[in-house]
């Protein structure tokens, strides 16, 4: 019977026996995004957008999904990466990757900095602290008009091209290009989050999750590892956020605001938050009615806010929660 | 010099005061349901808005008793119907249920009274300052602290000596055991919540006569009284009266020095309180943490 039950948690793991087949067919659908996307009536910009914030969510997802603490201060980080990639090319650089780094990395070093604050509370009270805290830098953004532009947010920069002497590949003008760079970021920083969940460590984190008290008993440094947890999800939304940035070349206030961590949450929650791949497709669904709907009524806010609320009521295990059910309860 | 630090801590105190009204609302939820209620800034646009539909029929003073209690039975209804839903939950889905609610309400006032602002209009004796010298206490000022001040009496005194608030403190503490002795803990829990949203709507009829009515009215004021919580200490409503204060005052008065950092200046509180004692100024060991 507890082989049973540990079997069960593993299945959070983004690897195993039967997963791979399902893993593939996601890939191959990403990589021939440019293809299929039009044809169904979508445009490839409106496929990275959900790339992007399901990014976020997933990053976030490495948390909230993998040791069952909630944060909903995760769209500073998000727009930390923004503002950070955007102040780089506007006032230092001239280079995309460079750009994306620094985002990543302030949003990241932010994020791991305040965590360490922060990791002692859970429940609704950790929740609490990380909107907080994650205001400051909206608060920052809006009021330093000299740095940040305040309220219009940030412009005047835009992504360039990547190139290594005269080997140049064109991401700023061709939207098929820059996905495909979108989708290797995606890849690296999905690759990344899944090695370091198949690893002892992940082990350990959905331990965690699973009975936080045993695991104290057995004298794993539970702090210490929903800190990392915590600092990972940070850097991974960073680099969301300083991709989003990079994609629309335009950096604004409200992606560090917590209205948008509460976005981030649903799409993870929406997607199904026990699973690995659950928040990207939570992010496809939400970034596709949002567009729908923003398009036919200007009431939108009320139906994203119906959204939230529906899926609490009746679908608490996200769509890929409800697939992997598998007769159990 | 004197003139203008008074002006600033009295503006701090009004401030403070909606701070706290609002906090408490929050609070009293958050201690028997633990729920944050993301929706309590948009209840207590709904409670200022009521009351610029029903001052026409009943004056200010009927819309001020009036508008509170529908938002509250509003508030009662919201609970049975979806809030209670989630209790014994991952506490994510009562966040986001709350949020949710909140872009509803808000776009529903928008979508009713206008993107633009209302003035609610205040009794004549109410409007004019009280002195000449001290111009910026008006009558309303002073009534609105006077009011802050008898409810949040009157919220210490319900929940110490009527049987529902004991029952409210003792369910805080312990809710199982409460269930036990025979209390109907659904209907306590919203009956509580009622409670809660009558207070977001006595502010907002308070704030309307103030700063004037808005569908965002209420969001400007959640953040502070987050921290207001946090600072006073989750789990102690006396906690949260003076956090409330001490964010209120702290806030007016840099703004009377650098403006800019009005903002910043409560969060920095909250992170030095946060760093010397984890648990909030009054917070209780084991409580919500």
């Not at chain 1, 990757?97 to 990791?119: E, S, Y």
Request: with cysteine; aromatic share 12%; charged share 10%.
């Amino acid at each position: 019977m507890s082989t049973a039950i540990g079997e069960r948690a593993l299945d959070r793991l983004p690897v195993s026996r039967y997963k791979w087949p399902g893993t593939a067919l996601l890939w191959l659908a990403l990589l021939m995004v440019p293809l299929w996307v039009p044809w169904a009536g979508g445009y490839v910009e409106l496929a990275g957008r959900a790339l992007v914030l399901g990014l976020a969510a997933m990053g976030l997802n490495f948390l909230l999904g993998f040791t069952g603490v909630m944060s909903f201060g995760h769209a500073a980080y998000f727009g930390l990466g923004a503002y950070g990639a955007g102040l780089m090319l506007k006032y230092v650089t001239g280079s995309t990757l460079l750009a994306l780094f620094t985002g990543t990395l302030l949003g990241g070093l932010a994020g791991t900095i305040l965590g360490a604050l922060i990791v002692r509370r859970r429940g609704v009270y950790f929740a609490m602290v990380t909107i907080a805290y994650g205001q400051i830098f909206f608060y920052i953004a809006y009021r330093w008009n000299s740095l940040t532009g305040g309220d219009d947010g940030l412009r005047g920069f835009a992504r360039q091209p990547l190139g290594v002497g005269s080997w140049v590949i064109n991401i700023q003008n061709n939207a098929t290009l820059f996905y495909y760079f979108l989708l290797a970021v995606f890849a690296i920083a999905t690759g990344a989050m899944a090695f370091r969940l198949c690893s002892p460590f992940g082990r350990t984190l959905i331990a965690i999750l699973e009975n936080e008290r045993r695991a104290r008993y057995l004298g794993l440094p539970v702090e210490r590892h929903i800190w990392l947890a915590f600092s990972v999800s940070c850097f991974v939304c960073a680099t969301a956020g300083a991709l989003y940035a990079l994609l629309n070349n335009f950096a604004d206030p409200m992606t560090l605001h917590y209205s948008l961590s509460g976005e981030i949450v649903i799409m993870a929650v929406m997607g199904g938050m026990r699973t690995f791949w659950g928040p990207l497709l939570g992010a496809a669904v939400f970034v596709v009615l949002q567009d729908y709907i923003s398009s036919i009524t200007v009431n939108w806010m009320s139906f994203i806010g119906l959204l939230f609320v529906l899926v609490v009521l009746f679908f608490p295990r996200g769509l890929l929660g409800i697939l992997g059910q598998r007769g159990a309860p | 010099m004197l003139q203008l630090l008074l002006f600033n801590v009295t503006n701090g105190l009004i401030i403070g005061a909606f701070y706290v009204l609002m906090a408490l609302g929050l609070s009293i939820i958050l201690n028997l349901s633990n729920v944050i209620n993301f929706a309590h800034g948009n209840f207590l646009a709904l409670g200022g808005y009521l009351a610029y539909v029903l001052s026409p029929y009943l004056g200010f003073w009927g819309a001020l008793v009036m508008s509170p209690l529908i938002t509250g039975i509003v508030g009662f209804v919201v609970e049975r119907l979806m809030i209670r839903r989630v209790y014994g939950r991952d506490p994510v889905y009562s966040l986001l249920l709350t949020f949710g609610l909140a872009f509803i309400l808000q776009d529903a006032c928008r979508y009713v009274w206008g993107t633009q602002g209302l003035p609610l209009t205040v009794p004549a004796e109410l409007a004019q300052p009280l002195s000449s010298t001290l111009f910026f206490i008006t009558g309303y000022r002073v009534f609105m602290i006077a009011i802050v001040m008898l409810t949040i009496i009157g919220l210490f005194c319900f929940l110490r000596y009527t049987r529902a608030g004991v029952r409210i403190r003792a369910g805080i503490l312990d809710l199982e055991t409460v269930a036990a002795l025979g209390v109907n803990v659904g209907l306590l829990r919203s009956f509580n919540f009622a409670v809660g949203i009558f207070l977001a709507g006595l502010a907002g009829v308070l704030a309307g006569g103030q700063i004037g009515l808005n569908p965002n009215m209420g969001d400007s004021l959640l953040m502070p009284t987050f921290i207001a919580i946090i600072v006073g200490g989750v789990g102690s409503l006396t906690g949260t009266l003076v956090g409330g204060l001490i964010i209120g005052v702290a806030a007016a008065l840099t703004t009377m020095f650098y403006p800019t950092a009005a903002d910043a200046v409560i969060y920095a509180i909250m992170a030095i309180v946060l760093l010397l004692r984890p648990r909030g100024l009054m917070g209780e060991e084991g409580m919500l943490t």
